[in-house]
Nanobody
């Protein structure tokens, strides 16, 4: 069973930074793309960022471009989301997910394994 565990969330002031980590138990995790999504209260889960299995290709949502960076360390089976210049509207539960296919996807159905999420709260 694939397990993904997110960590690094917390409370931060607007303009601050956080680095989220997604650690996988799956030994073939590094063979698949990984995505980050977020869900704010009362809203749909939305795409934030994705990274290819090699780490050479990334896709960042427009709302996060220039502020968020996604990276991975395959030797550690871990993917990171560096979030800078955080805004109150970034407040959400952040989820990582393992891709279903070899290509990057911005769709939730492009991922078949999900973590339990980590809360990010940005105060104004």
């Amino acid at each position: 069973q694939v397990q993904l565990v997110e960590s690094g969330g917390g409370l931060v002031q607007a303009g601050g930074s956080l680095r989220l980590s997604c650690a996988a138990s799956d030994p073939i995790f590094s063979m698949y793309p990984t995505g980050w999504f977020r869900q704010a209260p009362g809203k749909e889960r939305e795409f934030v960022a994705a990274i290819s299995s090699s780490g050479l290709t990334t896709n960042i949502a427009d709302s996060a471009k220039g502020r968020f960076t996604i990276s991975r360390e395959n030797v550690k089976n871990t993917v990171y989301l560096q979030m800078n210049s955080l805004k109150p509207e970034d407040t959400a539960v952040y989820y990582c997910a393992r891709g279903r296919f070899s290509t990057l996807s911005t769709r939730k159905d492009g991922y078949n394994y999900w973590g339990q999420g980590t809360q990010v709260t940005v105060s104004s």
